[in-house]
């Protein structure tokens, strides 16, 4: 078991997407497992022009295993990420914990467009894992996202106070509804 870390801290777009932190050379490793960690930051997520995060604090860990003719990669990330909240633009960490596998296999024509299975062209000899660390990252947060203390009620805010203010209102009784509505009832 061979045992590498990288910490990617900065490099400009047009590297990112082939910087060496996330290339593996696995015709020089033996089969069997290795494993590689990588610590991602913002600088990671700029190469990739993808400013959602305020701040990023993230580790992924990676379980590759080399067999003669398919590879198999375990990523496993954990950390934290600065998102804004879509009802309140507040700022809050939103916890990451994610995982996702990826099979390689070698054939003839190389295919990017499954998920869960990389074809790479027969001669191959290095893998850049950059592209799957970013898109299992970005995948993991949620489409809407929602401060924790809005959900439990411990967040104060203009914003709030004043979506407050502006909620309907409902009134107390039936007998103050415009009486139209009563015909529609009675079809009920």
Request: net charge negative.
């Amino acid at each position: 078991m061979s045992l590498f870390f990288h910490k990617f801290a900065g490099s400009k777009v047009e590297e990112m997407k082939t910087d060496s932190a996330f290339l593996i050379p696995f015709v020089g490793l033996k089969d069997g497992h290795h494993h590689f960690d990588y610590e991602l930051d913002n600088t990671f997520f700029e190469g990739y022009d993808f400013l959602d995060f305020n701040e990023a604090n993230i580790k992924v860990a990676l379980n590759f295993e080399k067999k003669p003719t398919i590879l198999t990669l375990d990523f496993k990330a954990q950390g934290k990420v600065k998102i804004p909240c879509d009802i309140t633009t507040e700022l809050f960490d939103f916890p990451l914990d994610t995982e996702f596998q990826l099979v390689v296999k070698f054939g003839a024509e190389e295919n990017q467009y499954n998920d869960e299975i990389l074809i790479l062209p027969q001669g191959s000899y290095e893998l850049s894992v950059s592209q799957h660390l970013y898109e299992m990252i970005v995948l993991a947060i949620p489409q809407k996202r929602v401060h924790p203390g809005i959900e439990d009620g411990t967040l104060e805010s203009e914003i709030l106070d004043k979506l407050k203010e502006l909620q309907p209102q409902q009134e107390g009784s039936s007998e103050d509804l415009d009486p139209r509505w009563n015909k529609l009832k009675d079809l009920l």
